[in-house]
């Protein structure tokens, strides 16, 4: 729901799309106001050249409030770039794996085991633990980590299955992770990552800019020969502007960071969020339409998933919710029902608008 | 210089920047639209996913816009990715060269140059002829194309020289073109070329997305693994929309090519372009102060670039024009003097503002 509008919409929409997602009013004020006349140079943030000083602090503060967020040390290289986390799915073995060496991969939904099958391409890859058989509903424990692998990987928040590891495993072996769709929305010890990556277009900003985190320590280990765009270590010395950087997307990216921190930062996040969580996941338990998809302990603070205990019903009550501007539920194909992400800039408001909507359903079937 | 303003700015800034650069203000104006609230939405274009009928059909007039506005037959794919013309050196190769093949390249410059550097990591690199010799100031003529090349690499406009190819050699191999600074500002014949790339960053739209036009028969020859987002035909299968496109950079290069086609399309970009050429080349050549880098039939219309008979009064026309708010017109480091992108977005009005400041000058030092 959208407070304080500075913009007049038509409605009031509750936006609770996987991402692309609802980003913080203030946030997308201020974007604008920089696609007007960037820091009263009387261009667009679009139109500058990305060597002026006035970008070029913006691009500095962005990766400074990365580090104050997150709480990164200079041991990380702390970059802005392109390609998504898909990518990222083939610069970390660019960049990590030796000739003919060995990965671990921890397998817990469709993003985890495109990163998999990417990771194959480079060398042999040991799923440690998947949870497929039961269609990515848990999160996998009580694996063994081989420490003849050159890394670990793990998918912190499985987007499509509604998935979320609550607790980071120790890792004799770097360990990394993409974070895409739950950096941001709590704390996390950096120190325990090599490499930490995230296509912003969830918790951060809008698509087209991809954050990476990297321990320097880690890099240029391989042997291997690596493409220039490829090549953490190009981009590091280049400092995120070896090539023109997605200008617009990291600008906006910064400004929601901005946000984040005067909101408290990341423990105020996870605040929101577990306040969020509680509202949503109590309805669906209590409701006697609709039931969670994942194990328990295992439930995302990100994306909710839930079906209908009488699927007959799901395509009215997309219905039922679309005609209240609730938009972006309908589940992924892999899991059907619905999914209703709930990122940081979504507000409690919504969620209790979903949950009353889901009450009225009820009523209205009872 | 802006017109009709929309939106108000403190001063008239005339922006020569070479990319990111000036873009239209309509498209500007309807961006911040977009963002306020897409398609009446009751939300930004940046927070609605990518799979929605809305922004489909964005996407899919996009597509279309290209197709028309160069003439683009049902045989080539036209892609909307990232990573800007930098990926597109390593890609190129990935999907063309064969293991231990052979590539052509002509050498005109620091990006050419840097497309040359990166095919040598994927094979022979024949480079049929370079203007090294004199600083990149000319385009070579007269050189031989080796039939047995996977395909011969050109880049249609030097950004950084200022020189640019007013005809298009026939080849006898697939010819692929980096036209990243000179797309759009003119009618191009696409049937002689198998591959066209080009950052969006200078007549296109901003930084954060890259143009492919590509031959699809030229595809899936090479026998090379590919990782899956360097692979061309995965993007052609994925509609661009493989994984999540960079949203914003994509809408905004819509709009900047709607614009480019209400003006008249390529061949009136080209007819605006030839007149602010002509009078920027003509003060270059008549003021005493001033003299041009490049061999005279080269001359790019998008980056004409110059330097002072005094060199020593350079600091003092740079900051002579700046406090007449011209901005983005110091040469880069390899060449010197000046750079002044005429992109398409740039109004005459801006040339003659130049040319009055360069007049100016000299009489100041007469």
Redesign the interface.
Known sequence: MRHNLK?P?????H?F???????PQEA?DE??EG???FK?????V?????RTPEWESTMAEAEALVRELLGVSDEYAVLFL??????Q??MVP?NLMPENGKAAYLKTGTWAS?AV??AG?FGNVDVVASSEDKNFSYIPKNYTIPTDAAYFHITTNNTIFGTQMHSIPDSPVPLVADMSSDIFSKPVDVNKFSLIYA?A?KNMG????TLVIVKKSILGKTGR?I????DYNVHIKGESM????????IY?SYLTLKWVKKMGGVAAMEKRNQEKGAVLYAEIDRNSLFQGTTAMEDRSLMNPTFIMTKPELEKDFLKFAEER?I??IKGHRSVGGFRTSTYNALPLESVQFLVDTMKEFEQKHA
Do not use: D
């Open positions: 913009r919409i038509m409605t009031k929409v936006n799309s996987a991402g692309p997602a609802i980003l997308i974007a604008i696609i007007r006349n009263g140079m009387g261009m667009s679009v139109e500058i050249s990305h392109q390609g998504g986390a898909s990518t799915f083939c660019f495109n099958k990417e391409f296509g277009q809008p698509a087209g800019a020969k493409p220039t765009m490829m070896f090539n023109t950087p997605p200008v617009f997307a906006l501007h938009v972006g």
